[in-house]
């Protein structure tokens, strides 16, 4: 699985895992039957309306059948990412989202341009050329990606952790906290901590010795703790204990 590192704008840095090519097809697959259902109640309900009249020209009829799908594809990517937190409705069932880069919140722009390079990424060259940019760039871009500056991650890692695995790090009966402070904290903030303490320690490299870090010396600035001369992962794990004991 193809990995990236984006530095948030508070300047630390997650590893996220990259949508695969067949996540991002088959997320396009579930948008397209989406805006076809929405293509043809709109036809019917046009057909309604003008009682079928509008149907005997040959110029509205290419219109409609040419031009006005891709228009409502388009226009249904850019609302749905913009609404939803990047995520359309076929990237959320398959569990894949769209974020920058440089680690800021997609804008309207960017998901504009995402959205109209749909028509060369999939509809003019069906699909080839988008899949072919997915597939030989690092970052997993197609080439509304690289014009927005963006990329598609999973929502959930494979190795993701719930509030469950993290309140069985260790026994916690008569455990007496040692940083009240880390009510400041929220849950989200566990789970990133727990699953940058399982990086490190399944791949004990300078980079992740980098960021556990960077990370700690954040976070004890944020809670206004000294920051631990050695073991860092413990200082962590001591983190997450105080906060299940506080939080209960």
């Given amino acids: ?25 088959v997320g396009f697959i579930i948008d397209f039957i989406v805006v076809l259902a929405i293509y043809v109640i709109l036809m019917l309900l046009l057909a309604t309306i003008t009682s079928g009249n ?31 937190d990047g995520q359309s409705w076929g990237k959320r069932a398959v569990g894949i989202r769209v974020v920058r880069l440089d680690g800021k919140e997609p804008g309207l722009t960017d998901f504009l341009l995402r959205a109209v390079l749909y028509l060369v990424d999939a509809f003019v060259t069906f699909g080839i050329l988008g899949l072919l ?21 999973r929502s959930k890692p ?8 993290i309140l069985r790090i260790n026994t916690l009966e008569n455990y007496t906290p040692n940083f009240p402070e880390v009510r400041r904290l929220n849950e989200s903030d566990m789970l990133a901590i727990k699953q940058i303490i399982n990086r490190c320690q399944k791949h004990p490299n300078a980079a992740h010795r980098a960021i556990l870090n960077d990370l ?8 206004g703790v000294q920051v631990p001369p050695r073991d860092k992962l ?13 939080t209960r």
């Fill in 1 to 25: 699985m193809k990995t990236i590192d984006i530095r948030t704008t508070q300047n630390v840095v997650i590893e996220y895992e990259l949508a695969s090519a067949w996540e991002r097809v």
């Fill in 216 to 223: 700690v010396t954040r976070l004890c600035a944020q809670l």
């Fill in 158 to 165: 494979s190795n993701h952790f719930g509030l469950a695995e």
């Fill in 54 to 84: 509008f149907f005997e020209s040959d110029m509205f009829i290419g219109v409609l059948l040419g031009i006005v799908p891709v228009a409502l594809f388009m226009l249904y990517q850019f609302l749905s990412e913009a609404i939803a």
């Fill in 133 to 153: 940019f997915i597939v030989s760039s690092d970052k997993s871009q197609r080439l509304g990606d690289l014009t927005a500056n963006t990329t598609v991650i």
């Fill in 234 to 246: 413990e200082f962590l794990k001591t983190l997450i204990r105080d906060y299940i004991v506080l």
